[in-house]
T-cell receptor, first 112, second 113 residues
């Protein structure tokens, strides 16, 4: 089967750093993406890791270890507006094409 | 900016009705996707399309069909709606040959009574 595991909820305070982990088990793997979704909003793309290592985009960083089937999203200098759900997604082959397989999402609550 | 629009934000239908959900993207993207989102289950792929008149089943295609007659438009059809199809439906598009960097529409919250 194909599965992605990520924590259901994370709580942090403004200004802090939080790490959201994602482990995956899929038949085939091309890369790991992260999406953010605010309540009532559409998911929006945050980052993509196709190779091992760290990718940094402003306050957000994403890491991938293909040998461990593991990745994480790191959010620094947390702000209230970062309160949202975060989804990891594996890009995997599907019948000659490829698709995204999403985790169940991690709900991040940032408190003052 | 890529814009993906969906025909309705909220929809209420009765069991057995035929339901059409429309999605339009304005960036000439080849790839379009339909997902449903349910609490605790994340986004699950229903169908996707990599070209006009082309469709591929996703992970949960049962009870659904799709149509892509024009590049910019991808329709999801519930032939006979059932209560277990009550959900948030999200359309997405992406360019090139990659499934990465998908751009999502605002979603349609469908309630089947």
């Amino acid at each position: 089967g194909q599965s992605l595991e990520q924590p259901s909820e994370v709580t942090a305070v403004e200004g802090a750093i939080v790490q959201i982990n994602c482990t995956y088990q899929t038949s085939g793997f091309y890369g790991l993406s992260w999406y953010q979704q605010h309540d009532g909003g559409a998911p929006t793309f945050l980052s993509y890791n196709g190779l091992d290592g760290l990718e940094e985009t402003g306050r957000f960083s994403s890491f991938l270890s293909r040998s461990d089937s593991y990745g994480y999203l790191l959010l620094q200098e947390l702000q209230m507006k970062d309160s949202a759900s975060y989804f990891c997604a594996v890009r995997a082959p599907s019948g000659g094409y490829n698709k995204l397989i999403f985790g169940a999402g991690t709900r991040l609550a940032v408190h003052p | 900016d890529v814009k993906v629009t969906q025909s309705s934000r909220y929809l209420v239908k009765r069991t057995g009705e035929k339901v059409f959900l429309e999605c339009v993207q304005d960036m000439d993207h080849e790839n379009m996707f339909w997902y449903r989102q349910d609490p605790g289950l994340g986004l699950r792929l229903i169908y996707f399309s990599y070209d006009v008149k082309m469709k591929e089943k996703g992970d949960i295609p049962e009870g659904y069909s799709v149509s892509r007659e024009k590049k910019e438009r991808f329709s999801l059809i519930l032939e006979s709606a059932s209560t277990n199809q009550t959900s948030m439906y999200l359309c997405a598009s992406s360019g090139g040959t990659s499934a990465d960097t998908q751009y999502f529409g605002p979603g349609t919250r469908l309630t089947v009574l």
